[in-house]
């Protein structure tokens, strides 16, 4: 069974930087796509970030409104995603989620059209508080 252990986040000053991370263990396929997600009090859990391999190349996917600030990245050999978030603001005050899943199949899309009900496998969130 995956398990993903979050560390990391935190309280923070506008424009500050925090890394968020997630290490995994349990994993049996060979193929899992990886994500962050971030939900305030009355929104819907959102895409941060996403990374995803097909054995050659990496790709990385970004909501819109991180992009340029925030990096994903993900060691492999250490089973462990990481979220570098730099020039943060109030606006991205949330609880951040990781996220994986193995199906098989372009995650990038998926995510598009499902949402967060494209992952299978959660951690157990940590908040983000960012003050003016």
């Known amino acids: 069974q995956v398990h993903l252990e979050q560390s990391g986040g935190g309280s923070v000053q506008n424009g500050g930087s925090l890394r968020l991370v997630c290490a995994g263990s349990?994993?049996?396929?060979?193929?899992?796509?990886f994500a962050w997600f971030r939900q305030s009090p009355g929104n819907e859990r959102d895409l941060v970030a996403l990374?995803?391999?097909?054995?050659?190349?990496?790709?990385?996917k970004y909501a819109e409104s991180v992009k340029g600030r925030f990096t994903i990245s993900n060691d492999t050999a250490k089973s462990t995603l990481y979220l570098q978030m730099d020039s943060l603001s109030p606006e991205d005050t949330a609880m951040y989620y990781c996220?994986?899943?193995?199906?098989?199949?372009?995650?990038?899309?998926?995510?598009?059209?499902?949402?967060?009900?494209?992952?299978?496998?959660w951690g157990q969130g940590t908040q983000v508080t960012v003050s003016s």
């Open positions: 990374i995803d391999s097909d054995g050659h190349t990496t790709y990385t």
């Open positions: 349990g994993f049996t396929s060979a193929y899992y796509c």
């Open positions: 996220a994986a899943d193995s199906t098989p199949g372009d995650c990038r899309i998926a995510s598009q059209i499902l949402g967060a009900q494209a992952f299978t496998y």
